[in-house]
C-alpha cells in the first residue's frame, strides 16, 4: 500500500533555488527510530523518555507561505506550500513555473484534460475545481503556485534508474537534460514531480486517457512520445531515472 | 466488523493497553453489559489543582474536539480550537434552507424551504441506546432526542432483478423468505437425523418454532401470512392472504443479503433516536456551553512537536499565526495531516498514511407532498438494488405539507465517486429517476435538493475511514498512542468509523491519557 515511511533526501537543483527536504529529516533521523509504544501501559512509561527525540523543525510562521483566503481549497488537497498528498492524489504543484501552471488550468477548462466520460479520474476531481475559476481566479492560482518554494516530496516509486536512463533519452530533447524543462518548447519540468504522478500521467497518455482530445497538440506529441515506454516497468524504470536526477546535484 | 469475534479481538486488545476498567467501559459502550450498568462512562478527567496552568490547542472542531474543550475547560485548561472549514461540526452537518453545501468545485446553496421540519442530516443521523456518550452529552447539555425510524416493515424493497423490478414491502419479503426457509427445514428428508439429535419433545418443540418462526400451517407448509399483509378483506370482512412470492425471485434479491437484519447489527437497531431539529444541534449546544475561542476559517499549515510543547502555525485571512500550547489534539482527517508540515516521528507518519477513507453520499430531496405517508409510511427506510441504496422517509414533522425524504445514501465506493463526478443538477436527476421505481409520481413531487458527496467536501475528502481489521491491526496502537504531546482523536481512531460514539470515545481515550500525564507532570514539578 501507500506509504509515506521512506526517507527524503536533501536536494537541490542546477537552477540553484534549491529543493527542501522534508523537515529537514534524514535517513539517519528515521533510523534512529522512535520508542513507540504498543499500549496505554507502555506508552505512559514512554512518556518521560521521549525527550531529544524530535526532529528539527524550520518552519516558523515568518518563512511559511500562507494561501490566500480565496485559494485556501487549493491546500487542502494540495498540502501546505502545494507540496502534493498522495492520499488524495495531489500531485506537488510547487515545481511548476508559473506558465504551465496556468497552462494546466486552462487545459482542464477546454476539455483537454479530464472531460465529461474521461477515465482520467483523478483528473476529474480537478476539472471542477478549475473549471470554477476565472481569468483573474487563474491568475491568482498560479500567482500563489509560483509564491511557494519549491519542494521535491519523498520518491515512492521503485524502478530501474540505470534501465531508465535508456529510455529517457527520448525526452531529453524537450524536458532536458536535468529534467529541467524547457519553456520555449512548452515542456514543464520533471525533476521534483511527485514520481506516482509521473507515472499516472505517462500511463495516461499512453491509454489515451491524455493527449486525446483534438487542438491539444502538446498533449497529442507527448501522447506520441510515449511509445517508446512499453511497459509498466518502463514507466517505472524512468521515473526511477527522474528522482535520482532530482536527488543529485 | 460487525461480528461478534471482532468485537471480543476489540476488547482483548483494550484489555491489553488498559487493564479490566477499560474492558469493562467499553463493554458498556458496545452495549454487552448488563442494562443496568448503562450509564455514561464520565470523563477521567481530574481538575487541575496549586495553580497548575496548562494549555492545550484543539485542531477541528468536531464533536471530538468539542468535547474535549468543554470536559478540559470545566477542569481548569486553557484550550483554543482552530477549524479550517467556514463551520464547525465537521462531519455533523445538518442541511437546511440556504446552508452552503461546501463541495469541491460545486458549491450548492440549500434551496429547501425555511421551516423548521425541513432538514436532513448529511452527516451522522441516528443514534442507538447504546452509544452512552453521545446520551449522556445530550442529556447533559441539554439537546432533546425523538425516535429515529430506522426499520420500518412498511417501507419498500425494490430491486431491478426481482419481481421485475415492481417494489414490495419488507414485510412481505420477510414473512415470505421466512415461510419458505422454515418450511424447506421442516420438510427436510434430514427431519431423522434432527429426531436423532433431540429428544421427541424437544424435535416436536423445534417444528413448533420452525412453524412459528415461519408462520406454517399445521402440517408445516407455507400458504401465505398475515405477516406479509393481506389481498383483500378490512376490518369488517374476512381477509385473504396473499399468494406468496416466487422464491426463486427472493433470492435473485440482495435485501436478504445485509438489509433484511440491518436492525439488528452491532450499532443500529429497530427504533433509534434523533437530535430534535438536526444533529447538530448538539455541536451547536457543545459551542454555546464552551468559553475557550474557537477560529473558524483558519487552516493548520504546521505541527511542531517538542520537548517542553506543541507550536501550531494557522493560516487566518491569508496570514500566518503561530499558537502555542502545552498539548495538541487533533481531529483532522489522517489523510490531510499528510499535507500539514510536521515534524511527526516517521513510524506516526507512516500510520496516518496507512488510514483508509470512506466515500459516502447523501442527497436530501424537498417533496412538495408527504406522498409515502399516504402509502402508509411513517419514517424509515426503503431498499433499492439501484445505486441510491436507499430512500429514507422523515422520522419527523408527520403529516405536515412538505417533506425532506433522504433521496439516496449511497455507501458503494465507486458508485458515489462515480455520482461525485456528475454535475450536482445530474446527481438529483440519476437520484429522482431511481427513486421512480419505488414512487411512480416521485419526480412530480421533488422541488429542489442538494447532494453531499463525503469524498468531496472541502477540508474532509472523505469520511468514516473503514479500514479492515487486518490494516488495522498494523496501524492503530500507533495513531492511539501520543507523538510527544500530539494525541489524534475522531472517529478515525475508532473501531466504529462513522459514530458520533466513536469520535467521543476517542476523546474520552484521549482526556484518560493527557489526566494521567498532566499529574505525573505536576508531581515531578513539585
Request: charged residues 20%; glycine residues 10%.
Amino acid at each position: 500500500m501507500r506509504s509515506l515511511r521512506r526517507p527524503p533526501r536533501v536536494m537541490s537543483t542546477k537552477r540553484g533555488s534549491g529543493l527542501r527536504s522534508e523537515f529537514g529529516r534524514t535517513l539517519d533521523d528515521t533510523k534512529r527510530g522512535f520508542p513507540f509504544p504498543a499500549g496505554l501501559g507502555q506508552r505512559l512509561i514512554c512518556l518521560l523518555s521521549f525527550a531529544a527525540a524530535w526532529m528539527p523543525f524550520a518552519h516558523a510562521e515568518e518563512n511559511l507561505v500562507a494561501a490566500p483566503p480565496e485559494l485556501n481549497h487549493c491546500a487542502v488537497c494540495h498540502g501546505v506550500e502545494l507540496r502534493g498528498n498522495p492520499l488524495v492524489d495531489a500531485p506537488n504543484l510547487s515545481v511548476l513555473p508559473p506558465w504551465y501552471a496556468q497552462r494546466q488550468l486552462e487545459s482542464y477548462q477546454d476539455g483537454w484534460r479530464a472531460p465529461a466520460g474521461s477515465p482520467d479520474l483523478a483528473g476529474r476531481e480537478m476539472q471542477p475545481m478549475a473549471a470554477a475559476l476565472d481569468a483573474d481566479g487563474i491568475r491568482a492560482a498560479t500567482a500563489y503556485v509560483a509564491s511557494v518554494p519549491k519542494y521535491a516530496p519523498p520518491p515512492s516509486v521503485q524502478g530501474d534508474a540505470a534501465r531508465g536512463e535508456g529510455l529517457y533519452r527520448t525526452c531529453i530533447a524537450c524536458h532536458g537534460e536535468r529534467g529541467q524543462g524547457n519553456e520555449s518548447l512548452s515542456s514543464p519540468p520533471l525533476a521534483g514531480q511527485s514520481d506516482w504522478y509521473l507515472v499516472r500521467q505517462l500511463e495516461n497518455y499512453r491509454s489515451g486517457a491524455r493527449g486525446g482530445v483534438p487542438g491539444d497538440l502538446w498533449g497529442i506529441q507527448m501522447r506520441a512520445s510515449t511509445a517508446v515506454l512499453q511497459s509498466d516497468a518502463d514507466v517505472r524504470d524512468v521515473v526511477a531515472y527522474i528522482n535520482s536526477m532530482s536527488a543529485t546535484p | 466488523m460487525n461480528n461478534p469475534v471482532s468485537r471480543r479481538q476489540f476488547l482483548s486488545r483494550v484489555g491489553a493497553v488498559g487493564g479490566s476498567a477499560a474492558v469493562y467501559q467499553a463493554a458498556i459502550g458496545l452495549g454487552l453489559a448488563p442494562a443496568a450498568s448503562l450509564a455514561a462512562p464520565r470523563a477521567r478527567l481530574d481538575a487541575l489543582t496549586g495553580g497548575q496552568r496548562r494549555s492545550v490547542v484543539i485542531l477541528g472542531a468536531g464533536i471530538s474536539g468539542l468535547a474535549c474543550a468543554y470536559e478540559l475547560e470545566r477542569a481548569g485548561y486553557d484550550c483554543t480550537i482552530i477549524e479550517a472549514s467556514h463551520r464547525i461540526g465537521g462531519r455533523v452537518l445538518t442541511i437546511r434552507a440556504g446552508d452552503l453545501v461546501d463541495e469541491m468545485g460545486n458549491q450548492q446553496i440549500c434551496g429547501f424551504d425555511d421551516h423548521p421540519s425541513l432538514y436532513f442530516n448529511a452527516g451522522p443521523a441516528r443514534i442507538p441506546a447504546h452509544h452512552r456518550l453521545m446520551h449522556h452529552y445530550c442529556k447533559t447539555l441539554g439537546v432533546p432526542l425523538e425516535v429515529f425510524v430506522n426499520e420500518n416493515y412498511h417501507a419498500w424493497v425494490q430491486e431491478p432483478n426481482a419481481f421485475g423490478g415492481k417494489p414490495v414491502r419488507m414485510r412481505e419479503f420477510m414473512a415470505d423468505a421466512r415461510g419458505f426457509m422454515t418450511e424447506l427445514i421442516a420438510k427436510s428428508p434430514n427431519r431423522a437425523e434432527f429426531e436423532a439429535t433431540f429428544s421427541a419433545a424437544d424435535a416436536e418443540r423445534l417444528f413448533e418454532f420452525l412453524r412459528s418462526y415461519g408462520d406454517l400451517d399445521a402440517k408445516g407448509r407455507y400458504r401465505g401470512s398475515g405477516r406479509a399483509g393481506y389481498a383483500s378483506g378490512g376490518w369488517l370482512e374476512a381477509s385473504t392472504l396473499k399468494t406468496p412470492l416466487d422464491f426463486k425471485q427472493l433470492l435473485n434479491a440482495k435485501f436478504w443479503r445485509e438489509a433484511m437484519h440491518w436492525g439488528e447489527l452491532s450499532d443500529q437497531a429497530a427504533p433509534m433516536m434523533q437530535v430534535v431539529g438536526g444533529s447538530d444541534n448538539l455541536i451547536k449546544s457543545f459551542a454555546a456551553q464552551i468559553k475557550s475561542s474557537i477560529l473558524t476559517q483558519a487552516p493548520v499549515q504546521a505541527i511542531n512537536l517538542a520537548e517542553d510543547g506543541v507550536t501550531v502555525i494557522y493560516n487566518q485571512r491569508g496570514e500566518n499565526k503561530a499558537i502555542r500550547a502545552d498539548y495538541c489534539l487533533n481531529n483532522i482527517p489522517a489523510h490531510l495531516l499528510a499535507g500539514i508540515h510536521n515534524n511527526f516521528p516517521a513510524p506516526y507518519f507512516a500510520a496516518l498514511g496507512l488510514v483508509d477513507w470512506g466515500k459516502l453520499m447523501k442527497i436530501g430531496l424537498q417533496m412538495s407532498k408527504r406522498f409515502w405517508e399516504d402509502e402508509g409510511i411513517y419514517g424509515g427506510i426503503s431498499w433499492t438494488g439501484q445505486e441510491i441504496e436507499q430512500i429514507w422517509y422523515p422520522s419527523h414533522g408527520y403529516n405536515g405539507a412538505k417533506g425532506v425524504v433522504l433521496g439516496a445514501y449511497i455507501f458503494e465506493e465507486e458508485t458515489t465517486e462515480a455520482f461525485a463526478r456528475l454535475t450536482p443538477a445530474e446527481r438529483l436527476q440519476r437520484a429522482i429517476e431511481q427513486g421512480a421505481a419505488i414512487h411512480p409520481k416521485y419526480a412530480s413531487y421533488v422541488e429542489n435538493g442538494v447532494s453531499v458527496p463525503w469524498n468531496r467536501m472541502n477540508h474532509m475528502m472523505g469520511c468514516g475511514s473503514f479500514g479492515t481489521d487486518e490494516d488495522r491491526k498494523r496501524w492503530f496502537k500507533t495513531l492511539q498512542g501520543p507523538a510527544g504531546r500530539h494525541y489524534l482523536m475522531g472517529d478515525q481512531i475508532s473501531y466504529h468509523p462513522g459514530w458520533q460514539e466513536g469520535a467521543l470515545s476517542s476523546a474520552h481515550f484521549v482526556l484518560a491519557q493527557l489526566n494521567e500525564r498532566a499529574k505525573t507532570e505536576a508531581g515531578g514539578h513539585a
